[in-house]
């Protein structure tokens, strides 16, 4: 959370040829649900939503409802995936969060766009715009499952102390 506020300013003016390179902002926030719980994920989230309303040159997020609404709900939809899934399997729950965070966060940015007929939909039916920002979403909300998985196995590897592999059988009964 640290380093949200910052990297909200600064990466956000980075360019790149695909949109979902730059979602490294609507990855911390998914990550603070899953790692450190729904309060974490929703403040980062709160973050996220201000840098948005604050930067953003589409009128869309001047809309206090698009900026923190869907920014805010992230954080929670995250860690409630992640925390119900977990005892199942950690990876499949960090997969499978990545994937609500980012979905949460496009489902309600256009569900509100949409119903306030903010620019850039103005006008525009709404199955234009769903199929226009399907392959955006799908590639972002694979990015955020891939990434999620990686970097909570990594925190969960250094919280535990796991520095290398468990012992299963003493040197002398190795075949090498």
């Not at 939809?77 to 949460?104: E, K, P, Q």
């Amino acid at each position: 959370m640290t380093l949200a506020h910052p990297l909200g300013y600064t990466w956000g003016n980075i360019s790149s040829p695909c949109e979902s390179l730059r979602s490294v902002y609507l990855e911390q926030v998914i990550l603070g649900g899953v790692l450190e719980g729904p309060v974490v994920g929703m403040v980062t989230g709160f973050f996220f939503g201000l840098v948005s309303f604050l930067r953003s040159p589409i009128p869309l997020f001047k809309d206090p409802l698009v900026a923190f609404v869907p920014r805010i709900l992230i954080g929670l939809t995250s860690w409630l995936t992640y925390a119900a899934l977990r005892r199942v399997n950690r990876d499949v729950a960090a997969f499978a969060a990545g994937i609500v965070g980012a979905a949460t966060n496009t489902v309600f940015v256009l569900t509100f766009g949409i119903w306030r007929q903010d620019a850039p939909f103005a006008g525009v039916p709404a199955s234009v715009i769903i199929v226009a920002v399907l392959p955006q979403a799908i590639a972002e909300a694979l990015l955020a499952a891939i990434l999620t998985v990686i970097i909570a196995r990594a925190v969960d590897i250094v919280r535990r102390g796991l520095v290398r592999a468990p012992e299963k059988k003493s040197r002398d009964e190795l075949p090498y």
